[in-house]
Protein backbone atom coordinates (compact mmCIF):
# COMPACT_ATOMS: atom_id res chain seq x y z
CA UNK A 1 0.00 0.00 0.00
CA UNK A 2 1.17 3.25 -0.89
CA UNK A 3 2.14 5.86 1.40
CA UNK A 4 1.38 9.86 1.47
CA UNK A 5 2.91 12.62 3.18
CA UNK A 6 0.20 15.29 2.07
CA UNK A 7 -3.46 15.07 2.45
CA UNK A 8 -5.91 17.09 0.63
CA UNK A 9 -9.34 16.76 2.52
CA UNK A 10 -12.61 17.71 0.98
CA UNK A 11 -14.37 19.45 3.52
CA UNK A 12 -18.14 18.97 3.92
CA UNK A 13 -19.73 15.45 3.55
CA UNK A 14 -16.00 14.37 4.00
CA UNK A 15 -14.38 15.74 7.29
CA UNK A 16 -18.16 17.40 8.05
CA UNK A 17 -21.07 16.04 8.61
CA UNK A 18 -22.49 18.68 6.01
CA UNK A 19 -26.17 16.67 6.06
CA UNK A 20 -26.70 17.18 9.92
CA UNK A 21 -25.24 21.25 9.40
CA UNK A 22 -27.70 21.87 6.94
CA UNK A 23 -30.36 19.78 8.57
CA UNK A 24 -29.85 21.81 11.72
CA UNK A 25 -29.69 25.49 9.60
CA UNK A 26 -32.62 24.99 7.55
CA UNK A 27 -34.64 23.88 10.43
CA UNK A 28 -33.78 26.97 12.40
CA UNK A 29 -34.06 29.47 9.40
CA UNK A 30 -37.95 28.02 8.79
CA UNK A 31 -38.66 28.23 12.30
CA UNK A 32 -37.67 32.25 12.52
CA UNK A 33 -38.98 32.64 9.29
CA UNK A 34 -42.64 31.29 10.76
CA UNK A 35 -42.87 28.67 8.25
CA UNK A 36 -43.75 25.07 7.53
CA UNK A 37 -40.23 23.11 7.59
CA UNK A 38 -40.20 19.03 7.06
CA UNK A 39 -38.52 16.09 5.83
CA UNK A 40 -39.88 16.63 2.07
CA UNK A 41 -38.85 19.92 2.04
CA UNK A 42 -35.55 19.35 3.01
CA UNK A 43 -35.34 16.77 0.22
CA UNK A 44 -36.07 19.54 -1.95
CA UNK A 45 -33.84 21.68 -1.37
CA UNK A 46 -31.27 18.71 -1.76
CA UNK A 47 -32.35 18.10 -4.90
CA UNK A 48 -32.37 21.81 -6.07
CA UNK A 49 -28.84 22.82 -4.40
CA UNK A 50 -26.81 19.94 -5.79
CA UNK A 51 -27.93 20.79 -9.39
CA UNK A 52 -26.99 24.57 -8.48
CA UNK A 53 -23.61 23.32 -7.36
CA UNK A 54 -22.98 20.95 -10.52
CA UNK A 55 -23.75 23.85 -12.42
CA UNK A 56 -21.11 26.07 -10.92
CA UNK A 57 -18.52 22.81 -10.99
CA UNK A 58 -19.55 23.29 -14.91
CA UNK A 59 -18.42 27.17 -14.26
CA UNK A 60 -22.31 28.08 -15.57
CA UNK A 61 -23.47 29.84 -12.95
CA UNK A 62 -21.20 32.17 -10.09
CA UNK A 63 -21.40 31.15 -6.11
CA UNK A 64 -23.22 34.27 -5.82
CA UNK A 65 -25.86 33.29 -8.38
CA UNK A 66 -25.50 29.74 -6.58
CA UNK A 67 -26.73 30.99 -3.25
CA UNK A 68 -30.07 32.67 -3.67
CA UNK A 69 -31.11 30.86 -6.92
CA UNK A 70 -31.52 27.44 -4.76
CA UNK A 71 -33.92 29.33 -2.20
CA UNK A 72 -36.02 31.08 -5.19
CA UNK A 73 -36.32 27.53 -6.68
CA UNK A 74 -37.47 26.42 -3.33
CA UNK A 75 -39.67 28.80 -2.35
CA UNK A 76 -40.96 28.86 -5.87
CA UNK A 77 -41.73 24.90 -5.00
CA UNK A 78 -43.40 25.60 -1.86
CA UNK A 79 -45.30 28.59 -3.00
CA UNK A 80 -43.94 30.95 -0.16
CA UNK A 81 -42.76 34.75 -0.75
CA UNK A 82 -39.21 35.37 1.05
CA UNK A 83 -36.14 37.06 0.31
CA UNK A 84 -33.93 34.64 -0.77
CA UNK A 85 -30.59 36.71 -0.03
CA UNK A 86 -31.28 37.69 2.71
CA UNK A 87 -32.16 34.26 3.83
CA UNK A 88 -29.60 32.55 2.72
CA UNK A 89 -27.31 34.88 4.60
CA UNK A 90 -28.92 33.88 7.43
CA UNK A 91 -28.74 30.63 6.44
CA UNK A 92 -25.04 30.45 6.06
CA UNK A 93 -24.35 31.71 9.43
CA UNK A 94 -26.51 29.01 10.60
CA UNK A 95 -24.49 26.57 8.67
CA UNK A 96 -21.05 27.89 9.56
CA UNK A 97 -21.66 26.71 13.54
CA UNK A 98 -22.56 23.39 12.55
CA UNK A 99 -19.33 21.73 12.64
CA UNK A 100 -20.27 18.35 13.31
CA UNK A 101 -17.55 15.72 11.90
CA UNK A 102 -18.00 12.70 10.42
CA UNK A 103 -17.06 9.02 11.95
CA UNK A 104 -13.51 8.48 12.46
CA UNK A 105 -12.44 12.51 11.02
CA UNK A 106 -11.07 13.50 14.17
CA UNK A 107 -9.13 9.80 14.97
CA UNK A 108 -7.81 9.96 11.35
CA UNK A 109 -6.81 13.74 11.94
CA UNK A 110 -5.10 12.98 15.23
CA UNK A 111 -3.04 10.00 13.30
CA UNK A 112 -2.14 11.76 9.90
CA UNK A 113 -0.38 14.65 12.28
CA UNK A 114 1.20 12.20 14.83
CA UNK A 115 2.83 10.78 11.69
CA UNK A 116 4.54 14.00 11.06
CA UNK A 117 1.96 14.01 8.02
CA UNK A 118 0.33 17.16 6.42
CA UNK A 119 -3.32 17.72 6.42
CA UNK A 120 -4.96 20.70 4.06
CA UNK A 121 -8.57 21.26 3.23
CA UNK A 122 -9.55 22.00 0.03
CA UNK A 123 -13.28 22.87 -0.94
CA UNK A 124 -15.56 24.59 -3.10
CA UNK A 125 -17.65 25.74 -0.12
CA UNK A 126 -18.67 29.16 1.11
CA UNK A 127 -15.34 30.89 2.44
CA UNK A 128 -17.41 32.45 5.66
CA UNK A 129 -19.28 29.39 5.96
CA UNK A 130 -16.20 27.07 5.89
CA UNK A 131 -13.86 29.18 8.13
CA UNK A 132 -16.56 29.73 10.63
CA UNK A 133 -17.31 25.77 10.82
CA UNK A 134 -13.04 25.23 10.83
CA UNK A 135 -12.83 27.42 13.63
CA UNK A 136 -15.57 25.88 15.43
CA UNK A 137 -14.33 22.00 15.03
CA UNK A 138 -12.71 20.02 17.06
CA UNK A 139 -10.10 19.03 14.41
CA UNK A 140 -8.78 22.68 13.75
CA UNK A 141 -5.43 22.24 15.58
CA UNK A 142 -4.79 19.44 13.02
CA UNK A 143 -4.94 21.48 9.56
CA UNK A 144 -2.03 22.94 8.29
CA UNK A 145 -4.25 25.18 5.77
CA UNK A 146 -7.05 25.58 4.03
CA UNK A 147 -8.19 26.59 0.44
CA UNK A 148 -11.64 27.77 -0.62
CA UNK A 149 -12.52 28.32 -3.77
CA UNK A 150 -14.15 31.52 -3.45
CA UNK A 151 -10.46 32.89 -2.46
CA UNK A 152 -8.26 30.83 -4.56
CA UNK A 153 -10.36 31.88 -7.82
CA UNK A 154 -10.83 28.70 -8.97
CA UNK A 155 -12.77 25.74 -8.40
CA UNK A 156 -12.16 22.17 -8.07
CA UNK A 157 -12.06 20.19 -10.21
CA UNK A 158 -10.19 22.61 -12.69
CA UNK A 159 -6.22 22.54 -12.72
CA UNK A 160 -6.08 26.26 -11.64
CA UNK A 161 -7.09 25.31 -8.36
CA UNK A 162 -4.74 22.31 -7.96
CA UNK A 163 -1.67 24.91 -8.96
CA UNK A 164 -2.78 27.56 -6.63
CA UNK A 165 -2.94 24.84 -3.63
CA UNK A 166 0.34 22.93 -4.59
CA UNK A 167 2.16 26.82 -4.75
CA UNK A 168 1.46 27.60 -1.24
CA UNK A 169 2.25 24.18 -0.11
CA UNK A 170 6.06 24.15 0.90
CA UNK A 171 8.28 21.46 -0.21
CA UNK A 172 5.29 19.56 -2.48
CA UNK A 173 5.56 16.42 -4.33
CA UNK A 174 2.67 15.51 -6.54
CA UNK A 175 3.41 11.92 -5.76
CA UNK A 176 3.15 12.51 -2.13
CA UNK A 177 0.09 13.66 -2.42
CA UNK A 178 -3.67 12.32 -1.99
CA UNK A 179 -6.84 13.96 -2.21
CA UNK A 180 -9.73 12.23 -0.50
CA UNK A 181 -13.64 13.64 -0.97
CA UNK A 182 -17.00 12.30 -1.45
CA UNK A 183 -17.48 14.04 -4.79
CA UNK A 184 -16.72 12.30 -8.13
CA UNK A 185 -16.68 15.04 -10.37
CA UNK A 186 -15.47 17.84 -8.34
CA UNK A 187 -12.82 15.71 -5.79
CA UNK A 188 -11.74 12.56 -7.81
CA UNK A 189 -11.75 14.64 -11.46
CA UNK A 190 -9.86 17.18 -9.75
CA UNK A 191 -7.52 14.44 -8.56
CA UNK A 192 -6.86 13.29 -12.06
CA UNK A 193 -6.59 16.95 -13.45
CA UNK A 194 -4.02 17.47 -11.32
CA UNK A 195 -1.92 14.53 -11.37
CA UNK A 196 -2.54 13.66 -8.18
CA UNK A 197 -3.72 10.31 -6.57
CA UNK A 198 -7.60 10.25 -5.27
CA UNK A 199 -9.46 8.36 -2.79
CA UNK A 200 -12.99 8.37 -3.06
CA UNK A 201 -15.10 8.54 0.43
CA UNK A 202 -18.02 6.45 -0.70
CA UNK A 203 -19.96 6.14 2.41
CA UNK A 204 -23.30 4.93 1.32
CA UNK A 205 -21.84 2.26 -0.82
CA UNK A 206 -23.25 3.79 -4.04
CA UNK A 207 -22.39 2.94 -7.81
CA UNK A 208 -20.19 4.78 -9.73
CA UNK A 209 -21.67 5.53 -13.03
CA UNK A 210 -19.93 8.35 -14.19
CA UNK A 211 -16.69 7.00 -15.68
CA UNK A 212 -14.27 8.73 -13.41
CA UNK A 213 -12.10 5.82 -11.58
CA UNK A 214 -10.05 6.72 -8.29
CA UNK A 215 -7.67 5.53 -7.31
CA UNK A 216 -8.80 4.58 -4.18
CA UNK A 217 -12.10 3.90 -2.77
CA UNK A 218 -13.31 3.39 0.57
CA UNK A 219 -16.44 3.30 3.11
CA UNK A 220 -14.96 4.64 6.24
CA UNK A 221 -13.19 7.51 6.97
CA UNK A 222 -10.88 5.59 9.22
CA UNK A 223 -9.48 3.21 6.23
CA UNK A 224 -7.10 6.98 5.02
CA UNK A 225 -4.96 5.70 8.34
CA UNK A 226 -3.72 2.84 5.52
CA UNK A 227 -2.15 5.57 3.65
CA UNK A 228 -0.20 7.20 6.07
Same mark, same amino acid.
Not at 60 to 83: A, H, M, N, P
Not at 141 to 156: A, N, T
Given at each position: ????????????????????? =?? $?????? @?? $??????????? $??? /??????????? =???????????????? /???? *??????????? &????? *???? %? !????? &???????? +?????? %??? *????????????? /????? /??????????????????????? +??? *?? @??????? !???????????????????? &????????? $??? !??? &?????????????????????
Amino acid at each position: MKKYDIFLFDADGTLYDYDMA =EA $NALKIM @FA $NCKLDYSDAIR $NKY /RQINTKEWEKF =EKGEISKEDLQTSRFI /RLFD *YIGVSCDAMDF &NEKYL *YELG %K !GAFLI &NGALEVCK +YIVSQY %KKI *YIVSNGILATQTS /RIKHS /RIKDYISDFFVSEHVGFQKPHTS +YFD *YV @FSHIPQV !GINNILIIGDSLTADIQGGH &NAGIDSCWF $NAA !GVD &NKTGIVPTYEIRELLEVKKFV
